[in-house]
């Protein structure tokens, strides 16, 4: 009698074959996407937070800096990177290139009522720069306003977004020109008022003080920065008529 025939065969054709043999492979796939997210996590962190050094230098017209000047440049420029509430208060100070403190804080921060504020010094000028976040066409956007030392003179500006239409309403980040034209522009009307900043469409622009002109062809995404920047820079007023 062979002994042979009494081992049965692996059914490789068989339902539960092909279900122990799906869960292994999913147990292994996570593993390595696992130990992939892990192993360059610090990485990934540390070129968020570059760009984020990037975008918040661009508020302060600094641009055209590689990866080494970035980081240097922020350590000179950043005093403080203070939290303050809607009133104007520190609530956590920050320190010199700070990263510890207001550089941390995000949207959901922002919308909590905690303020990031970045007291800035360039060529022996205080300058402030503050984040602000809103909504475009199709996701999220924000940016930093960066503004001169009497609170109310905007020095630079950086928008950024998710997933706006390119040539339209992408043109909110990838328009250098059209950031620009924020420099000089004024936050308020006058001392005691409100956020007067704003965009709107070319033909309807009546005071160039405080008004920008719309991206040609993304109304809604101007719409969405001119929201974002009444909404953001309100939170910040106390302390901007401070």
Aim: charged share 25%; net charge neutral.
């Amino acid at each position: 009698m062979a002994m042979g025939n009494d081992k049965k065969k692996l059914n490789t054709n068989s339902n539960f074959y092909t279900i122990v043999y799906s869960i292994v492979i999913v147990i292994v796939v996570a593993f390595l996407l696992a130990f992939a997210s892990s192993y360059l996590k610090p990485k990934q962190d540390v070129n968020v937070a570059l760009d984020k050094k990037k975008q918040i230098l661009a508020a302060l017209n600094i641009w055209g800096l590689n990866d080494k000047q970035v980081a240097q440049e922020y350590t000179k420029v950043i005093l403080q990177d203070e939290i303050i509430d809607t009133l104007g208060r520190v609530t956590q100070e920050g320190t010199q290139g700070g990263e510890d403190a207001g550089f941390k804080l995000g949207s959901s921060d922002y919308k909590a009522g905690k303020l990031a504020l970045f007291i800035c010094q360039v060529d022996g000028h205080t300058k402030y720069v503050v984040p602000i976040y809103g909504m475009g066409l199709w996701g999220p956007i924000n940016g930093y306003i960066g503004i001169d030392e009497d609170k109310n003179t905007v020095c630079g500006a950086y928008f950024n977004h998710e997933s706006e239409t390119a040539g339209l309403g992408a043109e909110i980040k990838d328009s250098r020109s059209w950031q620009d034209q924020f420099i000089g522009k004024k936050i308020r009307k006058n001392d005691e008022g409100g956020v007067a900043l704003s965009v709107v469409k070319k033909n309807e622009v009546n005071d160039t003080t405080v008004q920008c002109d719309a991206v040609t062809g993304a109304t809604l995404t101007s719409d969405g920065v001119s929201l974002m920047l009444k909404d953001g820079l309100t939170k910040y007023l106390n302390f901007l008529k401070n």
